[in-house]
């Protein structure tokens, strides 16, 4: 370990501190492997233990704050980081590899839904219920869990913490976050913002380490009582069985196979722009990356040809050069999955139109970058079909008609994003009602997505609160008290 290579920090109970750590994980710039920014510490089970009982004691005075004043701290926050962009997009850029644009987006994304939530805030959620009985009422209240883990991806290393991080604080829980080995820096800025902001001691605290070690610790502390992960399969499978086993909360969000249907009516422009940003964007590294296009056989050739022209013309590079249309992948082993995905798809008799290869340019040898790759007569048995490739993969199927198009858009489970492309109202709506997935897309990107739409937004509030119910007896009629 260099002298002069930045070690992370952990932040525990409002102070910054040095790891115990004696290993650590280089923190490496994708798009220039000899580029090292710096070590993020694996922090042994005892600083998990620290910054989770630091957070416990912490929830007892945090969960009386008035809620209007715990949005307060949002609001100073996302002005921080708003007046921060620039040097936080910077960092996204370098040590996660996507573009300035994308970094751009997603640092704005944050503080947009910060000013929402932290605004929200200050309006008392509850019901009054009317009750059979006379001079009684009832109402509903919303109470916090207290101490939530969030064990982050590196595919959004700012905003998916940052938005679940804010839902946490203003529902009156605490928090410890562990970050993504691969992009640690950008946890330091977030968690910086609340520190800056005046965040009280222990309601907000950082752990660098590994899922499986320093996350493991975390979850299995009896103060938490909530967890939320992304990232591998492997990792959210092994924290799944954790959480399951202490019976606490639990939620997680990967990569999935989220389609796109073509169908014969489409605006063929239209149509190219969506699947392209929705797939190639962000490298194709987002939960909601399209991963599967779904052609009717009227349309299927001249979609193609002109989605891999297009595709063919996106310039790869480092993010910070604004020329750049797509970054590197994040790391070696996702290069090298979905290079064995697309290698499979083609020994089964798919056909690779374009990429299906790392970039060898000189510019380009050193950094961990996928030629933009789409895979052509994909059938619904093969893996690539079933495990979303990470990286800029894309697999194309054939079918004859709508009915099996939609068929095999719900194999093989619920997807977090599906999309269609028609003119046809009366499709669109066959298509929203049967279509398995989270969030659904008519004539556009399966990325767009908006944190304050309820499929968001409220389901963070159910997912960081818990209600009560209380009953209230008034008066002295029917046995109620003088």
């Known amino acids: 370990m260099h002298k002069d290579i930045k070690i992370y920090r952990n932040y525990i109970g409002g102070a910054w501190m040095e790891s115990l750590a004696r290993r650590h994980a280089p923190n490496i710039n994708p798009a220039d492997a000899s580029d090292l920014i710096g070590e993020a510490p694996l922090s042994i089970?005892?600083?998990?233990?620290?910054?989770?009982?630091?957070?416990?004691?912490?929830?007892?005075?945090?969960?009386q704050t008035p809620a209007p004043e715990r949005g307060a701290l949002v609001?100073?926050?996302?002005?921080?980081?708003?007046?921060?962009?620039?040097?936080?997009?910077?960092?996204?850029?370098?040590?996660?590899?996507?573009?300035?644009?994308?970094a751009r987006a997603e640092v704005q994304r944050a503080v947009t839904y910060a000013e929402f939530c932290g605004g929200a805030a200050a309006a008392t959620e509850g019901v009054t219920v009317p009750l059979r009985?006379?001079?009684?009422?009832?109402?509903?209240?919303?109470?916090?869990?207290?101490?939530?883990?969030?064990l982050t991806p590196e595919w959004s290393p700012l905003a998916l913490p940052f938005e679940r991080l804010v839902q946490a604080l203003v529902s009156g829980n605490t928090v410890v976050l562990k970050?993504?080995?691969?992009?640690?820096?950008?946890?330091?800025?977030?968690?910086?913002c609340f520190a800056d902001a005046g965040a009280p001691s222990g309601v907000v605290n950082l752990v660098h380490g590994a899922t499986d070690e320093t996350g493991a610790a975390l979850i299995d502390h009896p103060a938490v009582r909530a967890v939320w992960i992304g990232g591998s399969h492997a990792d959210i499978a092994g924290a799944r069985r954790q959480a399951e086993a202490r019976a606490i909360r639990f939620k997680s969000e990967q990569?999935?196979?989220?389609?796109?249907?073509?169908?014969?009516?489409?605006?063929?422009?239209?149509?190219?722009?969506?699947?392209?940003?929705?797939?190639?964007?962000?490298?194709?590294?987002?939960?909601?990356?399209?991963?599967?296009?779904?052609?009717?056989?009227?349309?299927?050739?001249?979609?193609?040809?002109?989605?891999?022209?297009?595709?063919?013309?996106?310039?790869?590079?480092?993010g910070l050069d604004e020329r750049v249309g797509i970054g590197p992948c994040t790391d070696e082993a996702q290069i090298r999955q979905a290079l064995d995905l697309v290698h499979q798809a083609r020994a089964e008799g798919a056909e690779v139109l374009c990429g299906g290869t790392r970039a060898q340019d000189e510019a380009l040898a050193?950094?961990?970058?996928?030629?933009?790759?789409?895979?052509?007569?994909?059938?619904?048995?093969?893996?690539?079909?079933?495990?979303?490739?990470?990286?800029?993969?894309?697999?194309?199927?054939?079918?004859?008609s709508f009915?099996?198009?939609?068929?095999?858009?719900?194999?093989?489970?619920?997807?977090?994003?599906?999309?269609?492309?028609?003119?046809?109202?009366?499709?669109?709506?066959?298509?929203?009602?049967?279509?398995?997935?989270?969030?659904?897309?008519?004539?556009?990107?399966?990325?767009?997505?908006?944190?304050?739409?309820?499929?968001?937004?409220?389901?963070?509030?159910?997912?960081?609160?818990?209600?009560?119910?209380?009953?209230?007896?008034y008066g002295t009629g029917n046995g109620g008290m003088a």
Request: aromatic share 6%; proline share 6%.
């Open 45 to 63: 089970s005892d600083e998990a233990i620290a910054a989770a009982e630091v957070a416990a004691h912490a929830f007892r005075s945090w969960r």
């Open 75 to 102: 609001l100073r926050v996302a002005r921080l980081l708003a007046e921060r962009a620039e040097d936080v997009v910077r960092v996204i850029v370098r040590e996660q590899g996507k573009t300035l644009a994308e």
């Open 133 to 150: 009985t006379p001079a009684h009422f009832g109402y509903a209240r919303r109470r916090p869990l207290g101490v939530v883990v969030l």
């Open 179 to 192: 970050p993504a080995l691969a992009t640690p820096e950008t946890a330091e800025w977030l968690v910086r």
């Open 255 to 318: 990569i999935d196979v989220n389609p796109v249907i073509v169908l014969e009516d489409a605006d063929l422009d239209l149509a190219l722009a969506s699947v392209i940003a929705g797939a190639f964007g962000n490298a194709g590294q987002s939960h909601t990356a399209t991963k599967r296009v779904i052609l009717v056989h009227p349309v299927a050739d001249a979609f193609l040809e002109e989605l891999v022209e297009r595709v063919c013309r996106l310039r790869l590079g480092s």
């Open 366 to 400: 050193h950094g961990y970058f996928l030629r933009p790759t789409i895979v052509d007569r994909v059938r619904p048995e093969m893996r690539i079909a079933h495990i979303p490739a990470p990286g800029p993969v894309l697999a194309v199927t054939r079918v004859e």
């Open 403 to 473: 009915a099996e198009a939609l068929a095999y858009a719900n194999q093989p489970h619920m997807v977090v994003a599906a999309g269609i492309h028609t003119r046809d109202g009366a499709r669109m709506l066959r298509f929203v009602d049967e279509m398995n997935a989270r969030s659904i897309h008519i004539n556009a990107p399966t990325t767009s997505d908006e944190p304050q739409m309820p499929i968001n937004h409220d389901a963070l509030i159910d997912f960081f609160s818990e209600t009560s119910a209380v009953y209230v007896q």
